[in-house]
């Protein structure tokens, strides 16, 4: 007589790694996933161990990784809602689409600048907010802007020595002030001047601005 029980529960070995993988059910693995191909999931999935997407992960439901008992990345419906309590990198763009919005508690990053030869570089690819005692007169480089069409706004704090040395400074030849006038420098001890430069361009022209003098 043929069995017309329940179905069994699928057994997978700890380890599994597929080229394409497509389920209607729920598929739980306890062990290390490991897809290098297209994954289609139209029910739930939820991933206990390590996992490595290389393929094309298209959700329809929902999905979960976790670390022991911990969610570290959740995708909540084929919305697209996710969450993360652990630390997220992208090394693309994020862009929130029908309608959708990205939030986040803004926050600049911050370098300090030092200088070598009597030059320094600025690099806008790690920072928006750079600080620079000055040591010697300097001749200021801008390096890694966002690509033309993406607009990008920097600050640079300029302090001079202890000593009031009043050293020179010298702006990249892209950047314009206003009526091609380069500002003055505070000279004394400890003085303090705020520089902010805007790019939309690549770097091709950076709009420059003292927006604070002896600031000490």
Not at 83 to 102: D, P, Q
Not at 172 to 183: K, L, Q, R, S
Not at 185 to 213: C, K, L
């Amino acid at each position: 007589m043929p069995y017309i029980g329940p179905d069994p529960a699928p057994v997978f070995d700890p380890d599994i790694s597929v080229n394409s993988i497509t389920t209607s059910g729920n598929a739980v693995i306890g062990g290390t996933l490991g897809v290098t191909g297209a994954t289609t999931l139209s029910s739930t999935a939820t991933v206990s161990g390590a996992s490595e997407f290389n393929g094309t992960v298209d959700v329809d439901a929902d999905f979960a990784v976790r670390n022991g008992t911990t969610d570290k990345f959740t995708i909540a419906s084929s919305t697209g809602n996710a969450s993360t309590s652990g630390t997220l990198g992208v090394t693309g763009e994020i862009t929130a689409t029908g309608g959708g919005t990205v939030k986040a508690t803004y926050q600049e990053r911050f370098a300090t600048v030092t200088s070598s030869s009597g030059a320094a570089t600025l690099d806008l690819s790690t920072a928006n907010y750079f600080a620079h005692t000055l040591s010697e007169a300097t001749t200021y480089t801008f390096s890694n802007p966002p690509s033309s069409g993406t607009a990008f706004t920097f600050t640079l704090e300029l302090k001079q020595d202890s000593g009031g040395s009043a050293y020179a400074t010298t702006w990249p030849n892209t950047v314009d002030f206003a009526g091609g006038t380069e500002p003055t420098d505070s000279s004394g001890a400890n003085e303090v001047d705020i520089y902010v430069f805007t790019t939309r361009d690549g770097g091709t022209t950076y709009f420059g601005f003292q927006s604070g003098a002896d600031m000490s």
